[in-house]
Nanobody, 120 residues
């Protein structure tokens, strides 16, 4: 069973919004931090942000601060990445990952990714 599954990707125009979901299973959700990452073609994977589930602390990359918001629904074992004011440079495959040390640093599980394409 895959512990993390992303969904919600798609094609969107610049300036619009999109919300990604990361559904967790087979892990104790509250014991983890969940990070979001993205990788554009020809570029290295980039950290987007992270949420520590048990206390709700969030951290964001400078490139998305003020536009992206990470939240969690503990009853649904799901973390969301709300992306507003999208730009073409946000185009990438977006991944979520789970860190059992809750440090948003080393990740034990990764999802399969969901494609986000922002048109200009």
């Amino acid at each position: 069973e895959v512990p993390l599954v992303e969904s919600g990707g798609g094609l969107v125009q610049a300036g619009r919004s999109l919300r990604l979901s990361c559904a967790a299973s087979a892990i104790t959700f509250n014991d983890y931090a969940i990070g979001w990452f993205r990788q554009a073609p020809g570029k290295e994977r980039e950290g987007v942000g992270c949420i520590v589930i048990n206390d709700g602390s969030t951290y964001y990359a400078e490139s998305v601060k003020g536009r992206f918001t990470i939240s969690s629904d503990n009853a649904k074992n799901t973390v969301y990445l709300q992306m507003n004011s999208l730009k073409p440079e946000d185009t990438a495959v977006y991944y979520c990952a789970a860190d059992s040390r809750r440090l948003c640093y080393e990740y034990d599980y990764w999802g399969q990714g969901t494609q986000v394409t922002v048109s200009s």
